[in-house]
Antibody
Framework: EVQLVESGGGLVQPGGSLRLSCATS????????MHWVRQAPGKGLVWVSR????????NHADSVKGRFTISRDNAKNTVYLQMDSLRAEDTAMYYC???????????????????WGRGTMVTVSS | QSVLTQPPSASGTPGQRVTISCSGS????????VNWYRQVPGTAPKLLMY???QRPSGVPDQFSGSKSGTSASLAISGLQSDDEADYYC???????????FGGGTKLTVL
C-alpha cells in the first residue's frame, strides 16, 4: 500500500525551528518529486516546497524562501522540511504529497499530487 | 488572497449537475494544465482531476473537467450527498515557479 506519514509538528515559539519528516512506503521513492503543502486553520491549500528525485532541484514558495529547506534521504524513503525563523503565519497543517508525472504535447509536469499524507500540525505561538 | 479565483460556495440538489469555476491568468491556467482536488473537512485532500480532464483511477465519471483560455471548470453530475466537500483547483505558475491553488469552493447538497 502506498503511504505517506508525516511527523515532527508541534507548538513552537516565534523565531524557533522545527523539522518535519514524511516517511513513505509502497512505491519507488527516488522516482518521484515530493512536495509540502500547508493549510492554515479554516483556510485553503498553499504550496510550500518541492524536491526532485535525486535532490538536484528544489523550489520554495516566496513566503518561506530563506527560512524553509526541503531535503530527502532516498535510502530512508523520507522527505524533510526544515523550518527556521518560524512566524505566527506559518501556523498550519503541513501535508506531504507525492507528485504524479503527466505530459502534454508541450511539456511534462510534476504538480498533480496523487498521494497525500494525513498531515502534521505546526503551531507558532508564544 | 489566492492566485486562482473560485466561488466560495456552490450548491445543488440530489441528481443535479453543478459546475465549479476557476479563473486564473496567462502565467498559470493560460499556459499550464489544471488539476482539481476534493477535501472533506478534517481529512487530507484527494486528487480528483489532472491535466484538465484526466481522472485518476478510482474517480467516477460523474466528475469531468474542462479548460478554456485562462479559466477552468469542474462539473459534477448526478449529485449525491457524499459529494459535499471543499473543491480546489490548482495549476503551475510560470512566474511564481510553483503550483498555485484556488481558495476552494464549498459544495453543499441541499
Amino acid at each position: 500500500e502506498v503511504q505517506l506519514v508525516e511527523s515532527g509538528g508541534g507548538l513552537v515559539q516565534p523565531g524557533g525551528s522545527l523539522r518535519l519528516s514524511c516517511a513513505t512506503s509502497g512505491f519507488t521513492f527516488r522516482n518521484y518529486w515530493m512536495h509540502w503543502v500547508r493549510q492554515a486553520p479554516g483556510k485553503g491549500l498553499v504550496w510550500v516546497s518541492r524536491i526532485n528525485g535525486d535532490e538536484s532541484s528544489t523550489n520554495h514558495a516566496d513566503s518561506v524562501k530563506g527560512r524553509f529547506t526541503i531535503s530527502r534521504d532516498n535510502a530512508k524513503n523520507t522527505v524533510y522540511l526544515q523550518m527556521d525563523s518560524l512566524r505566527a503565519e506559518d501556523t498550519a497543517m503541513y501535508y506531504c504529497a507525492r507528485a504524479r508525472q503527466y505530459c502534454t504535447t508541450i511539456s511534462c509536469y510534476y504538480d498533480a499530487f496523487d498521494i497525500w499524507g494525513r498531515g502534521t500540525m505546526v503551531t507558532v505561538s508564544s | 488572497q489566492s492566485v486562482l479565483t473560485q466561488p466560495p460556495s456552490a450548491s445543488g440538489t440530489p441528481g443535479q449537475r453543478v459546475t465549479i469555476s476557476c479563473s486564473g491568468s496567462s502565467s498559470n491556467i493560460g499556459s499550464n494544465p489544471v488539476n482539481w482536488y476534493r477535501q472533506v473537512p478534517g481529512t487530507a485532500p484527494k486528487l480528483l482531476m489532472y491535466n484538465n480532464n484526466q481522472r485518476p483511477s478510482g474517480v467516477p465519471d460523474q466528475f469531468s473537467g474542462s479548460k478554456s483560455g485562462t479559466s477552468a471548470s469542474l462539473a459534477i453530475s448526478g449529485l449525491q450527498s457524499d459529494d459535499e466537500a471543499d473543491y480546489y483547483c490548482a495549476a503551475w505558475d510560470d512566474i511564481l515557479s510553483g503550483p498555485v491553488f484556488g481558495g476552494g469552493t464549498k459544495l453543499t447538497v441541499l
